[in-house]
């Protein structure tokens, strides 16, 4: 399966911006799918994950409250709404995929997940 992200971009601090990942390929698959983010020096940092039901969610610590993370599984694409910015949310975000048997899976480590976007870059200034 590949994945194609977009949606970053700069923002003010408090402002807001909604995340896509597209998946094509193999999508009659069942996709766990996860955000992570990453900054210069530092591992690739859970954000969210969501599971192929949607009926499942999982928050990073640091977003808890401000993202939200949703699946259109018609359009095989998932969303990153990301609310209440901060200038620590500066990173460039990457979705994952990875392929699960039961409805109600999803996954918080990057090992975790076989298939990566490109990663699409969101700064917020302070």
């Known amino acids: 399966v590949q994945l194609q992200a977009s949606g970053g971009g700069l923002v003010q601090a408090g402002g807001s911006l909604r995340l896509s990942c597209a998946a094509s390929?193999?999508?009659?698959?069942?996709?766990?799918m996860g955000w992570f983010r990453q900054t210069p020096g530092k591992e690739r940092e859970f954000v969210a994950a969501?599971?192929?039901?949607?009926?499942?969610?999982k928050y990073g610590d640091s977003v808890k409250g401000r993202f939200t993370i949703s699946r259109d599984n018609a359009k095989n694409t998932v969303y990153l709404q990301m609310n209440s910015l901060k200038a620590e949310d500066t990173a460039v975000y990457y979705c994952?995929?990875?392929?699960?048997?039961?409805?109600?899976?999803?996954?918080?480590?990057?090992?975790?997940?076989?298939?990566w976007g490109q990663g699409t870059q969101v700064t917020v200034s302070s």
């Open positions: 994952a995929a990875e392929e699960v048997y039961r409805g109600s899976y999803y996954y918080t480590v990057p090992d975790e997940y076989k298939y």
């Open positions: 969501i599971s192929w039901s949607g009926d499942s969610t």
């Open positions: 390929g193999r999508t009659f698959s069942m996709y766990a």
